[in-house]
């Protein structure tokens, strides 16, 4: 266990130091003069780096809407199992990472401003493309960690959003502690500082609570047969998949860009660019639809209760009062739904309000963004907690059979 929080400690350090080391050549972006906003925040949460421009410049963007799209392509390519071969998902996954990587990569270029010596001597084409392979190599190398952290280390890509979010806080809390405290102000503060206990609160109550469901089961014929129960989260996703939601919308706002500087004139896009960003209420509709949409869907891809059905079919149990097979799929089909539909309007009402609040106070949308932050942060740390409570459970039981099989008591 020791070995693994040292492991994750080096490969935190290993980011940190990443995301301090500058793309060659470029000595500013547009990023960096909006970094507090609410948009960019929104984007840096998943190591969206556009303020320093560093090798780590896309973040897990990339990872993230390559695993999300991989996993709804083999739900879909197999409709009778919906299961897919692990090696052929990864060929799926790497395909489309490289994809995201290489559009977002040139999307990030355009916005760059380079050095004029550079580009005197090399020129903007020359230059786009050895930062596109920077940027590029930094990226795959920034999965390759979060891939090691989940074999060897503790929180997986946990771990780099759990930095981003800290840099983000720590950026905020320095942005307004500089401030005079008006009356205002002050008022403000308070505000927010109850409105994210709350917030944490509620987001600690959806993910630990649970839904039992009773099941018969027909092969124990005893008192216990009708003690067993098949469990549904209150929050079937937990607050952590809102990242993933997070990252596609980032990349589609990202293309929206990038098309809208190849068609200027497309009045489409340059609607799709003014009223989708976040700062605006459109903007916030759009991700909330976003948010919805996907949640759902992520919902039955990871809880998948057609094969839940199919299991307790072949274990000869059932749901009570509920027929096996098709109707015992329905029925679950539906609980599922209805828990992701409300704890979906549950975080929707406490991520909106302080935004929607936060439009009185202009200039103070990223202080509304916290109640955001610190529900992704406690998430975080919840599922961080529980994989060290079980490793460290199952360090007792493998010394344990270590033990007996040494014939020790």
Request: charge should be positive; proline fraction near 3%.
């Given at each position: 266990?020791?070995?693994?929080?040292i492991i994750s400690l080096l490969i935190a350090t290993i980011y940190i130091l990443g995301k301090n080391i500058p793309v060659a050549f470029v000595i500013a972006d547009s990023h960096q003069l909006n970094l507090l906003n609410m948009?960019?925040?929104?984007?840096?949460?998943?190591?969206?780096?556009?303020?320093?421009?560093?090798?780590?410049?896309?973040?897990?963007?990339?990872?993230?809407?390559?695993?999300?799209?991989?996993?709804?392509?083999g739900f879909f390519m197999d409709e009778k199992s919906n299961k897919v071969a692990p090696h052929r998902m990864r060929i799926i996954t790497n395909t489309l990472m490289i994809g995201f990587t290489l559009i977002q990569a040139i999307?990030?270029?355009?916005?760059?401003?380079?050095?004029?010596?550079?580009?005197?001597?090399?020129?903007?084409?020359?230059?786009?493309?050895?930062?596109?392979?920077?940027?590029?190599?930094?990226?795959?190398?920034?999965?390759?960690?979060?891939?090691?952290?989940?074999?060897?280390?503790?929180?997986?890509?946990?771990?780099?959003?759990?930095?981003?979010?800290?840099?983000?806080?720590?950026?905020?809390?320095?942005?307004?502690?500089?401030?005079?405290?008006?009356?205002?102000?002050?008022?403000?503060?308070?505000?927010?500082?109850?409105?994210?206990?709350?917030?944490?609160?509620?987001?600690?109550?959806?993910?630990?609570?649970?839904?039992?469901?009773?099941?018969?089961?027909?092969?124990?014929?005893?008192?216990?047969?009708?003690?067993?129960?098949?469990?549904?989260?209150?929050?079937?996703?937990?607050?952590?998949?809102?990242?993933?939601?997070?990252?596609?919308?980032?990349?589609?706002?990202?293309?929206?860009?990038?098309?809208?500087?190849?068609?200027?004139?497309?009045?489409?896009?340059?609607?799709?660019?003014?009223?989708?960003?976040?700062?605006?209420?459109?903007?916030?509709?759009?991700?909330?639809?976003?948010?919805?949409?996907?949640?759902?869907?992520?919902?039955?891809?990871?809880?998948?209760?057609?094969?839940?059905?199919?299991?307790?079919?072949?274990?000869?149990?059932?749901?009570?009062?509920?027929?096996?097979?098709?109707?015992?799929?329905?029925?679950?089909?539906?609980?599922?739904?209805?828990?992701?539909?409300?704890?979906?309007?549950?975080?929707?009402?406490?991520?909106?309000?302080?935004?929607?609040?936060?439009?009185?106070?202009?200039?103070?949308?990223?202080?509304?963004?916290?109640?955001?932050?610190?529900?992704?942060?406690?998430?975080?740390?919840?599922?961080?907690?529980e994989e060290f409570d079980t490793r460290l459970l199952g360090n007792v039981y493998e010394k344990r059979l270590i033990h007996l099989e040494r014939g020790e008591k």
């Amino acid at each position: 266990m020791k070995k693994r929080i040292i492991i994750s400690l080096l490969i935190a350090t290993i980011y940190i130091l990443g995301k301090n080391i500058p793309v060659a050549f470029v000595i500013a972006d547009s990023h960096q003069l909006n970094l507090l906003n609410m948009k960019s925040i929104v984007e840096s949460m998943i190591g969206d780096d556009g303020g320093n421009a560093s090798i780590f410049l896309l973040g897990l963007s990339p990872w993230m809407n390559a695993m999300i799209l991989a996993r709804i392509i083999g739900f879909f390519m197999d409709e009778k199992s919906n299961k897919v071969a692990p090696h052929r998902m990864r060929i799926i996954t790497n395909t489309l990472m490289i994809g995201f990587t290489l559009i977002q990569a040139i999307s990030k270029v355009r916005t760059m401003k380079f050095d004029p010596l550079a580009l005197n001597s090399y020129g903007r084409l020359g230059l786009s493309l050895f930062v596109i392979c920077e940027i590029f190599a930094g990226s795959l190398f920034l999965v390759w960690l979060v891939e090691k952290n989940m074999k060897l280390g503790i929180g997986g890509p946990s771990l780099i959003i759990l930095i981003n979010i800290i840099i983000n806080i720590s950026m905020v809390i320095g942005k307004y502690s500089s401030h005079t405290f008006n009356h205002v102000g002050i008022m403000a503060y308070v505000i927010v500082f109850f409105y994210i206990l709350m917030t944490v609160a509620v987001t600690i109550i959806l993910t630990q609570s649970e839904v039992r469901i009773p099941v018969y089961k027909s092969s124990i014929h005893n008192e216990y047969a009708s003690s067993n129960y098949l469990l549904f989260k209150l929050n079937p996703l937990g607050t952590l998949p809102s990242m993933y939601i997070v990252s596609i919308y980032a990349l589609l706002i990202s293309l929206f860009h990038t098309f809208h500087e190849l068609y200027k004139e497309n009045k489409i896009l340059s609607m799709l660019v003014k009223y989708c960003d976040i700062e605006h209420l459109s903007g916030i509709l759009f991700f909330i639809s976003l948010f919805f949409l996907f949640s759902i869907i992520l919902s039955f891809i990871i809880v998948d209760p057609k094969d839940i059905a199919d299991n307790l079919l072949k274990n000869g149990d059932c749901v009570e009062n509920v027929r096996p097979g098709k109707q015992t799929k329905n029925y679950l089909n539906m609980v599922l739904l209805v828990l992701t539909v409300i704890s979906n309007i549950i975080i929707m009402i406490i991520m909106v309000t302080p935004l929607l609040v936060g439009f009185s106070f202009k200039g103070k949308t990223d202080l509304f963004s916290m109640p955001l932050t610190f529900m992704i942060l406690t998430s975080i740390v919840l599922n961080v907690k529980e994989e060290f409570d079980t490793r460290l459970l199952g360090n007792v039981y493998e010394k344990r059979l270590i033990h007996l099989e040494r014939g020790e008591k």
